[in-house]
């Protein structure tokens, strides 16, 4: 067994790489549509993503959100968002291998189908139940909504990559419940169905190692880390270790 320290820039990378190389993803690509929601791991996997097609050139992870959280003062409303949204590029749509430049999730729903996937980001996870939730601040539930159109509506595939600083204890539902009262404040909590995608898939996919979240945290620059244990064969141990050195050094995030 092997231990490595992840960072969020570095987990959000690692995410990014595996899921370009995730069979339904591929799929998505070759023969249907694949939509990557703004947020900010998925600006990660949109590079690594378009990057794998070739068409990287003018795609920026800048402004790739609709909502973020960052620290008191900063130039967001009180639900998340930018003040100044006039330089958001829209969602990643990609459809048979073309990137349509400038769609978003809204401008395409009602053509996705079975075999199509949807990328959507999340705030909490649940490691245990393997579930996520998405904080909503939109008074129509926001980009999940519609994403739930195609996705219970006509079968298509929502992959939900997010990152384990992440990870809340109990039940989404649960939570969901209480911060959803009519005489509550703030957010709302959405649990969605879909496939949770962490490091933890990440590593699985890209080695066949099995990794497991054994403690988190960290200080100048760590915040928000987890350490994995990662265990397997010694070449999937070796393949695991030269994966998270590849990442290791991913800047932080910056808007």
């Known amino acids: 067994m092997k231990q490595f320290v992840v960072a969020p820039s570095a987990g959000k990378r690692l995410i990014a790489k595996a899921l370009a190389s995730h069979a339904t993803v591929s799929k998505a690509l070759k023969n249907g549509t694949l939509v990557i929601v703004a947020g900010t ?3 990660y996997v949109a590079e690594e993503i378009l990057k794998s097609l070739g068409v990287a050139d003018g795609f920026s992870r800048k402004q790739f959100f609709r909502g973020v959280t960052l620290p008191p003062g900063s130039a967001v409303t009180s639900e998340g968002r930018l003040t100044d949204e006039s330089k958001f590029p829209g969602d990643v749509v990609i459809t048979k291998g073309e990137w349509r430049k400038g769609k978003t999730i809204v401008d395409v729903i009602d053509d996705l189908k079975e075999g199509d996937v949807i990328l959507k980001g999340a705030n909490a996870v649940d490691l245990q139940r393997k579930q ?3 904080l909503i601040g939109h ?6 909504a519609v994403a739930l159109q195609a996705v219970l509506g006509r079968r298509a595939r929502l992959i939900i990559p997010v990152g384990l600083e992440k ?3 109990g039940d989404l539902f649960c939570l969901a419940e209480k911060v959803n009262e009519p005489s509550a404040e703030g957010t709302r909590l959405f649990p969605t169905p879909g496939q949770v995608f962490t490091e933890i898939e990440a590593v699985q996919l890209l080695t066949g190692a099995t990794a497991e979240l054994i403690a988190g945290g960290g200080v100048c620059g760590a915040e928000g880390s987890c350490w994995l244990a990662v265990s397997g064969t010694k070449e999937q141990e070796e393949a695991a270790e030269k994966l998270l050195a590849s990442v290791a050094s991913e800047p932080a995030f910056s808007l």
Request: glycine share 14%; charged share 15%.
């Open 41 to 43: 791991t998925n600006g």
């Open 132 to 134: 996520a939730a998405i």
């Open 139 to 144: 008074p129509k539930a926001g980009t999940i």
């Open 167 to 169: 990870r809340v204890n």
